[in-house]
């Protein structure tokens, strides 16, 4: 089965700088990777997500890359604000699997 | 309004007394899926379903029953609840598995003694 991993666990920022976050997937098959935000006491909720046939997605200070090869996909947050406090989970989907990363804690420094 | 909901939202519970956590989605969704969230383990999943009376094993099924005898509604049950399985849970939603986006629901934090 698919197994995802996700780095860092614990990333801390100023406000203003980037983020990124990176996961590794092992399922070949894999076609389909969401980035999910959750905040706290929250449920999470898909914030962005690409598929195998595109190697970038970008939604305005958020962009996603992934490289099919390397099985590697990231998320990228641009000019940073406290608001974009919170923890997000990658995934990645087969026609017959679904993983998450254990997801990564943001903290956003005013 | 679109949504997936939980209930309850808040349980604590003694070892060994039979519960259920209903889930109910009002956006005709084909695929049904309960979470554990633990701290340092992220989302793993329980039981899925692909649509009405089919269900699968998720990564750590042990101890829980679920059942799709309606579109709808995908309860999760605890025949005998133990503190192992104090955790937050979530239900989620999508059109179909795969490559859609997955609708969760509030999430129910459930406390075993």
């Known amino acids: 089965g698919e197994n995802v991993e996700q780095h860092p666990s614990t990333l801390s920022v100023q406000e203003g700088d980037s983020a990124v976050i990176k996961c590794t997937y092992s399922d070949s098959a894999s076609n389909y990777f969401p980035w999910y935000k959750q905040e706290l006491g929250k449920r999470p909720q898909l914030i962005i997500d690409i598929r195998s046939n595109v190697g970038e997605k970008k939604d305005q200070r958020i962009a996603v890359t992934l490289n099919k090869t390397a099985k590697h996909f990231s998320l990228h947050i641009t000019e940073t604000q406290p608001e974009d406090s919170a923890v997000y989970f990658c995934a990645a989907s087969s026609p017959y699997d679904m993983r998450f990363g254990a997801g990564t804690r943001l903290t956003v420094k005013p | 309004e679109a949504q997936v909901t939980q209930n309850p939202r808040y349980l604590i519970t003694v070892t060994g007394k039979k519960l259920t956590v209903t889930c109910s989605q009002n956006?005709?969704?084909?695929?049904m899926s309960w979470y554990r969230q633990d701290p340092g383990l992220g989302l793993r999943q329980i039981y899925y379903s692909m649509n009405v009376e089919v269900t699968d094993k998720g990564d750590v099924p042990e101890g829980y029953k679920v059942s799709r005898k309606e579109k709808r509604n995908f309860p999760l049950i605890l025949e005998s609840p133990s503190p192992n399985q104090t955790s937050l849970y979530f239900c989620?939603?999508?059109?179909?598995?795969?490559?859609?986006?997955?609708?969760f629901g509030p999430g129910t934090r459930l406390t075993v003694t």
């Open positions: 956006m005709n969704h084909e695929y």
């Open positions: 989620a939603s999508s059109l179909d598995f795969g490559v859609y986006e997955q609708y």
